[in-house]
């Protein structure tokens, strides 16, 4: 029988694995930073998938998502192995309760995910504007809201809270995280033709005075001065009233998602990369007892199968089996230096699009299904570029509606406005109305959001006057 790895024996032997583990790795040219690997109980590493950060600013709406995935653990879903920090260095948690064999895949595994987050552009630019030591810096912010609740109280320090985790996916990706303010003044477009003798003569006429431009070298700037999709960015520069430690939680928690992006843009990548890896690292692994390397890859047929459970099919896609067939297909196709400039090049996007082919298609015997109101359900297609689309579709801006800040009126209303010819995805109407109370009670002034409806028609949402 496996035991867990939380005996001082155990624990050793897993030390003594993970060594040897990281030599191979680098003898077969994996390029990571420093991995540091810590074993953590279950209710900890719950904790750490919950926040999304061992430590971080808290909420109400965290305990929410920890009373969920406790009910999905004790119904035998979701079981957490471990959780990977990219950075400089790494950090990765490991459960204790997870058996020897478990945790030795566990940590080759999380080797690959060290080499794709160090060597994948994606996590390269968003790790440079972010920083690489996520976990400190973290601390540090959950530390000041700490301090904010204590000057401020708890009721309006969430109030904002809710308001900015409520809009936590609201960034623009192609905006540098540290950006400026707008021009404080727009160039006046000036384009008066040259004056003729006559006007020449007026002008120069006794007691006319020259004229005087009100506003000689620009005029009142609209704001924004073009769609804002920064949503968070938006509100902690430009809400007429936001307070100082206000604005830094609103910057806090879009700091915190501009450093998780590129983990939500490349997951079938990532997790197919990390896959291969633990599968190729286990089987180069000679110095494994063949008991130990027999459960470990049981372990593995676990995590890739493309089953829910007792050989149904699943009706959503499994990032590690999908991700993991995709650069088997890679490698053996095009061999391991293609798949590494892939790994550099690309996000989710286009490696789904320029490499999940139709061969692979039916044999990973992927669809498009339909859920009818009567409870079945019907295969509508299989043509790659539905079964394409039905994949990124959920991913496309961060997984959240594309709204902008449109127009900020002179009594400092503010205007939003959905781009939804451009997103292709509705809005839940009455989750919307909350999000825009949230924002009502910071920005202090009405917002509201123009939208439409199931069959097309404008919508406009409003928030009450605060």
Request: with cysteine; hydrophobic share 40%.
């Amino acid at each position: 029988m496996c035991t867990t790895t939380n005996s001082p024996e155990t624990i050793e032997r897993l030390k003594q694995y993970s060594t040897q583990i990281e030599q191979l790795a680098r003898d077969l040219g994996l390029d990571y930073y420093q991995v540091d690997f810590e074993l953590v109980p279950n209710n900890f590493m719950m904790e750490i998938a919950v926040y999304g950060l061992p430590v971080r600013m808290p909420h109400w709406s965290f305990g929410v998502r920890y009373i969920h995935q406790l009910i999905r653990q004790g119904m035998g879903h979701s079981r957490i192995f471990e959780v990977m920090f990219p950075g400089d260095p790494c950090r990765a948690y490991l459960v204790n309760g997870n058996t020897l064999p478990e945790n030795t895949l566990v940590t080759a595994h999380v080797l690959g995910h060290a080499d794709f987050s160090k060597n994948n552009h994606l996590f390269a630019k968003f790790m440079e504007m972010a920083g690489g030591h996520i976990l400190e810096q973290a601390a540090a912010r959950a530390h000041r809201i700490e301090t904010a609740i204590q000057e401020y109280g708890q009721e309006r320090v969430e109030a904002v809270l809710d308001a900015a985790l409520a809009l936590e996916p609201h960034i623009d990706i192609n905006r540098e995280l540290h950006r400026d303010l707008y021009p404080e003044t727009i160039a006046k477009p000036v384009h008066e033709p040259a004056p003729d003798a006559f006007q020449k003569r007026f002008r120069s006429l006794p007691g006319e005075k020259p004229h005087v431009d009100a506003h000689p070298t620009g005029r009142r700037p609209q704001l924004p001065p073009q769609p804002e999709y920064d949503l968070l960015w938006f509100i902690a520069h430009y809400a007429p009233d936001l307070e100082g430690w206000e604005r830094d939680i609103f910057l806090a928690v879009r700091e915190e998602s501009y450093y998780f992006y590129p983990v939500f843009a490349c997951q079938i990548m990532n997790e197919g990369w990390a896959s291969y890896w633990h599968a190729r690292l286990l089987r180069e692994a000679d110095f494994l007892p063949q008991d130990l390397y027999l459960s470990a890859i049981k372990a593995h047929s676990d995590v890739v199968r493309p089953y829910a459970a007792e050989k149904q099919l699943a009706l959503a896609v499994n990032p590690y089996h999908l991700g993991f067939s995709m650069w088997e297909d890679i490698i053996e196709k095009h061999g391991l230096e293609a798949a590494r400039r892939i790994v550099k090049e690309e996000d989710d996007f286009g490696f789904v699009r320029n490499y999940l082919t139709k061969d692979l298609i039916e044999k990973l015997e992927l669809f498009v299904y339909e859920a009818r109101d009567d409870g079945d359900i019907r295969i509508s297609e299989n043509n790659v570029h539905a079964v394409h689309e039905a994949i990124l579709g959920p991913k496309f801006n961060y997984g959240a509606p594309r709204i902008a800040a449109n127009h900020m009126h002179l009594d400092g209303s503010l205007q939003l406005l959905h781009d939804h010819q451009s997103d292709g995805r509705g809005l839940d109407l009455g989750r919307a109305e909350r999000v825009l109370e949230y924002i009502g009670r910071v920005w202090r002034r009405p917002v509201t959001l123009h939208t439409v409806g199931e069959r097309g028609e404008a919508r406009v949402v409003t928030s009450k006057r605060i």
